[in-house]
Structure formats: structure tokens, C-alpha cells
């Protein structure tokens, strides 16, 4: 796996993955406090959070569960002292779909989080890593 990140300006950057996707991030500056896009640390919790979700969803199709959506609200805390790494992070999963079973969600949820997502694999490291969820039936009558 590959990656690029190319300084702009100020404070702003381009990454490029090594597949050739390319996104604007930096961190605010000058007097209006402009934030060209998110943050690096931002990005790292996107990441985490869409490691999840592809997790999630794969686990899900794989055992017969018709998902239909499926969302990762993530928050989280980082310490005061540099490197100020994440402390805590809490991850908040809303999966949709038809006759979802319950178990079978918060199944894959802990298999994602504790077993196959590489990126909370490593943030475990640093940060207590929480997670709750919502299965929502999106066919309730049938």
C-alpha cells in the first residue's frame, strides 16, 4: 500500500492514495480560522469508522442478513500532551435492513471492532474503545 501527501499552502495538504484518489485536508489557520478540509486525526477516525462499517457489512451479507444501510457516528477523546493520541473513542453503528436479527448484528459489530478492523486494532493501543448500535427494521409489519 502506497500514499502521497503534497503540502499546498498554509496549512493545507493533498493526499493521494496508491490507487490515484486524491482529498484536500489541513487544519485551520489565519484569522477567519479557514479549515481547507479535515483534520488528519478527523481522517483517522473516518477511517476507523468506515474499516468498521465495511466490516460490518460484509459479515452481515455473508450471513444472509438483507442490510440496507448501515452508520458509524463516531466521537472520541484525545489526550492534552502531544502526541495527543486518542484516548477514548466511542462508536455509535446504525444498521437498517429487512428482519434484521438482532444478534446477528451485534455479532458483527464485535467481530469488527475486537477481531478484523485493522485501524481500531491499532488505535486500541492508546484509546478505550467503546462501542452500542441500533438495528432498525426497515420492513416492521412483515
Known sequence: MKARVKWVEDRTFVGESGS?????????????????GPSPM?????????????????IL?????????CQVEVEADRATDDPKVFTRIHLHFVVKGRG????????????????????????????TITYDF????????A
Open 20 to 36: 490515484g484518489h486524491k482529498l484536500v485536508f489541513g487544519t485551520s489557520y489565519g484569522p477567519d480560522g479557514r479549515t481547507p
Open 42 to 58: 478527523e481522517l483517522v477516525l473516518i477511517g476507523t469508522a468506515g474499516c468498521s462499517a465495511y466490516d460490518v457489512v460484509h
Open 61 to 69: 451479507q455473508k450471513g444472509r442478513q438483507s442490510v440496507e444501510e
Open 100 to 127: 434484521l436479527a438482532r444478534a446477528k448484528v451485534e455479532r458483527a459489530i464485535s467481530l469488527s471492532v475486537e477481531k478484523y478492523c485493522s485501524a481500531s486494532a491499532m488505535l486500541a493501543k492508546t484509546a
Open 134 to 141: 441500533e438495528a432498525v427494521d426497515s420492513d416492521p409489519g
